[in-house]
Nanobody
Framework: VQLQASGGGLVQAGGSLMLSCAAS????????MGWFRQATGKGREFVAAISQNGGITNYADSVKGRFTISRDNAKNMVYLQMVSLKPEDTAVYYC?????????????????WGQGTLVTVSS
């Protein structure tokens, strides 16, 4: 499945952004979808995941209560609403698709990746 992430930008600390990810495949609803991020000089880390029908979500501890993942299977879209942003949220954010069910968090389970969108949070 081909993925296209968008919505990144520059925001002040405490601000909000919504990331979007468009998927090319008609079978989008059969994939667990996830968001990951990579800050400069660091490894890529899990942010959030959502199950095929949206009934299960998982979040990294660092974003719980601030980020919300959602999906619209009719539009082949997954979203990441980010509020109360912190400078440490600055990273390139990637959406990814996995055939493993139940909002899996392991990067190794994700086989399709988008190109990434940069989020910069200024202090």
């Amino acid at each position: 499945v081909q993925l296209q992430a968008s919505g990144g930008g520059l925001v002040q600390a405490g601000g909000s952004l919504m990331l979007s990810c468009a998927a090319s495949e008609r079978t989008f609803g059969t994939y667990t979808m996830g968001w990951f991020r990579q800050a400069t000089g660091k490894g890529r880390e899990f942010v959030a995941a959502i199950s095929q029908n949206g009934g299960i979500t998982n979040y990294a501890d660092s974003v719980k209560g601030r980020f919300t993942i959602s999906r619209d299977n009719a539009k082949n879209m997954v979203y990441l609403q980010m509020v109360s942003l912190k400078p440490e949220d600055t990273a390139v954010y990637y959406c990814a698709a996995s055939g493993t069910p139940n909002a899996v968090m392991s990067q190794s389970r994700y086989k399709s990746w988008g190109q990434g969108t940069l989020v910069t949070v200024s202090s």
